[in-house]
């Protein structure tokens, strides 16, 4: 077999040797929103926004942006989606919803509901293939691309809601893959189809040493659990000695940095760490270059981006996005900016706000770095703290004092007048000092954030931590239902949020 591995390796090398003519980013954007439209133009949604006179329009692109106004989930499923959820077809897609994606529930809604589309799934599969492309660029054995690749997503059992089905957009994923893939997919189909996630975790630990497994997919946390756990119940040292030919792991979802050290040592040689984009709403790109941070945005597969600078013109205190702004095109955007996503996509969803915030760290090569959520920024008093700020601090705690952090979440509140912050760490190191992790905390933020030093010596006047255990983070996640591959902590609690939080908190032990 090892034939293939170095067959599939040799492609890929030859293929990155050609030299093939390539449109600018705007011609491939441009397309994409035509061809958007020309599709859904006799769409329920299409029609009301008048597509037929945007696509006659000279400067349809303008047209487009003045026609459509943006929407976040709330919007487009008050006004469209739940007419999908009752099984009309042509509502904003040309067709008959058949699955909804089910979201983390991290913002705006507990259990959104996203359609995925028939072409929505191809375009997954298109991104999968060009990330498949991009990995001659990176060191990886020839004989890594024969071996098991371990997808650690949702159940393949949807829930049947009548006329459609509901679940992960992994496990919908996982459902659709295409028949030559499945010799290479790990835990297999039988696992899969187990609805329960600890069950299915349970299985995938005791049947490791069945599996020669050269990627592992998934969420950074949920991933460092279930390696832990094949470590711990087969007795070794690190899980190279469970699976010799690990070479890649592909991780989205949340920033890696704070995990890098701690997955660092469950290994027994280095692997290649890939970053993708990906989530309910599609595939969006990938980390096409070892040794950049930035991931690669995929231009021609049926998904159109606009940016809207995140910043006091364009949104409110709460993240929510004020009327009627400005928006650029991929070609229009400048490095180091921060803009929240906006989409138009082969499922339906237009001119629809994803939550998420980034950074271009290369304009020239369409390479961005999520910083944040439109609604997961921190700033009562105009410290304007983002993810990206909090993943540096968290990074530091455990380098400095040589702990691991798994999760962790921040809130803020009134404080003598003033305000301050509370950081909610959780790591199973014994004796982690909470003073020395604020400090640490608080210059980090001092040193990386102008607007947060600021507020430190005026109304932001304190920052708490309480040091948690890991398991009290898992635990919040079970109890409310979100226990699993794709379920992520907030890194900001808010609201009706923090409230829950607290009182879930209540009689549990602090550690000091």
Not at 16 to 33: E, I, M, N, S
Not at 79 to 105: D, H, M, Q, T
Not at 147 to 155: A, D, Q, R, S
Not at 202 to 217: H, M, N, S, Y
Request: charged letters at 25%.
């Amino acid at each position: 077999m090892a034939i293939i591995g170095n067959l599939i390796s040799r492609s890929l090398r030859i293929r990155k040797k050609f030299t093939f003519k390539l449109g600018t980013p705007r011609q491939y954007q441009l397309q994409v929103l035509h061809r958007l439209l020309e599709k859904a133009k006799e769409t329920e949604f299409g029609r009301h926004y008048q597509f037929q006179d945007v696509l006659d329009s000279p400067n349809f692109i303008g047209q487009y942006r003045e026609k459509v106004p943006v929407h976040n989930y709330t919007k487009m499923h008050n006004e469209w989606w739940y007419r999908c959820l009752e099984g009309e077809a042509n509502v904003s897609w040309p067709e008959k919803i058949k699955y909804f994606a089910l979201s983390s529930g991290t913002s705006e809604s507990a259990s959104k509901h996203i359609p995925v589309t028939k072409a929505m799934l191809k375009t997954v599969k298109k991104v999968g293939v060009k990330q498949l492309y991009s990995m001659a660029n990176f060191n990886i054995p020839p004989r890594s691309f024969e071996k098991g690749i371990l997808m650690l997503g949702g159940t393949t059992s949807l829930y049947e809601k009548g006329d459609y089905y509901e679940g992960d957009m992994s496990g919908i994923q996982a459902k659709n893959i295409p028949k030559w893939f499945r010799r290479f997919y790990k835990p297999g189909g039988k696992i899969s189809r187990k609805p329960n996630w600890e069950q299915r975790i349970k299985l995938i630990v005791r049947k490791a040493r069945e599996w020669d497994v050269g990627t592992v997919c998934g969420v950074p946390a949920w991933v460092q659990i279930v390696l832990e756990e094949i470590i711990k119940y087969h007795g070794v040292k690190n899980i190279h000695e469970i699976w010799p030919n690990l070479a890649v792991y592909i991780h989205g979802g949340v920033s890696f940095e704070p995990y890098r050290d701690s997955f660092q040592k469950l290994l027994g040689k280095p692997i290649a760490f890939i970053e993708t984009y990906m989530a309910s709403e599609g595939s969006f790109g990938f980390q096409a270059r070892p040794g950049t941070r930035g991931i690669k945005l995929v231009l021609n597969a049926g998904i159109f981006y606009e940016f809207i600078p995140f910043n006091e013109e364009n949104f409110d205190a709460e993240g929510e996005v004020k009327p009627n702004p400005k928006s650029y095109m991929i070609n229009e955007v400048v490095e180091d900016v921060e803009y929240a996503v906006m989409l138009s996509t082969c499922a339906g969803a237009w001119r629809y706000l994803i939550g998420d915030v980034v950074k271009f760290t290369s304009v020239k090569e369409h390479e961005i770095v999520i910083v944040g959520r439109t609604k997961q920024f921190l700033s009562l008093c105009g410290e304007h703290m983002s993810i990206d700020n909090m993943n540096k601090a968290i990074d530091n705690v455990q380098k400095k004092l040589g702990i691991t952090v798994r999760e962790f979440t921040v809130a803020g509140f009134p404080y003598q007048n003033l305000f301050a912050h509370r950081w909610y760490v959780g790591t199973d190191t014994p004796g982690v000092n909470a003073e020395q992790v604020r400090e640490i905390i608080d210059q980090t933020l001092s040193e990386v954030n102008d607007d947060y030093a600021v507020e430190r010596s005026a109304a932001l006047k304190e920052v708490f931590v309480e040091i948690l255990p890991n398991d009290v983070f898992i635990d919040y996640l079970r109890c409310k239902g979100k226990e699993g591959a794709m379920n992520k902590f907030p890194r900001v609690m808010k609201g009706e949020k923090l409230k829950d939080w607290e009182k879930f908190l209540v009689g549990r032990t602090v550690k000091n």
